[in-house]
């Protein structure tokens, strides 16, 4: 599922159905008979989660820190432990996209860390938020992750910063290379 340009879905829906999309491909591997159609589908999933990632710190970790400030755990913590998950599971994306022929081994390392990652991205950061966001407040920042898109990178980058303010420039300067 491509980043919809739907006006009317919130950045926390929109983010759920991406990890929906995430989660559903990995199963659908299962069924893949062929090795070729396999090798295909999983570099693009590589593609789609890279992408993912980097729009959110570019567009929203960045824009939600502060809702998050009252809870346990803190708003910053939060936000530097995803992006610090998303630099280990972009080591194992980038492991996987290098493979001439990508494993089953490391699809399933690949797929341990973006579990781990997804579930406790949706329990710690966007299930507090839903209560937290009004309605525009979401709209708005669906809107500025689907931009965020255009410029982000498709590549797993592990070498990125883990440092929240610096992330997202960061995701800029390579995105926009890349797409050069």
Do not use: C
Request: charged share 35%; no cysteine.
């Amino acid at each position: 599922m491509a980043s919809g340009s739907s006006a009317s879905i919130g950045i926390i829906d929109l983010i759920l159905s991406e990890h929906k999309y995430m989660r559903d491909e990995y199963e659908h591997f299962k069924s893949v008979d062929d090795e070729a159609q396999l090798d295909s589908r999983v570099r693009k999933w590589i593609a789609y989660i890279s992408l993912h990632g980097h729009k959110e710190e570019i567009a929203f970790y960045p824009n939600v820190e502060a809702h998050l400030k009252d809870e346990k755990k803190g708003g910053h913590h939060l936000i530097e432990h995803g992006i610090k998950e998303h630099r280990e599971l972009e080591t194992e994306l980038k492991k996987l996209s290098e493979e001439s022929n990508v494993t089953w081994k490391q699809i399933r390392k690949a797929v341990a860390k973006l579990m781990h990652h997804l579930d406790e991205e949706e329990a710690d950061i966007l299930a507090p938020l839903r209560t937290k966001l009004d309605q525009q407040v979401q709209l708005e920042l669906a809107r500025q992750f689907i931009h965020a898109g255009q410029l982000a990178s498709e590549k797993p980058h592990p070498e990125l910063s883990k440092d929240p303010e610096r992330a997202p420039v960061e995701n800029i300067n390579v995105g926009v290379v890349e797409k050069q």
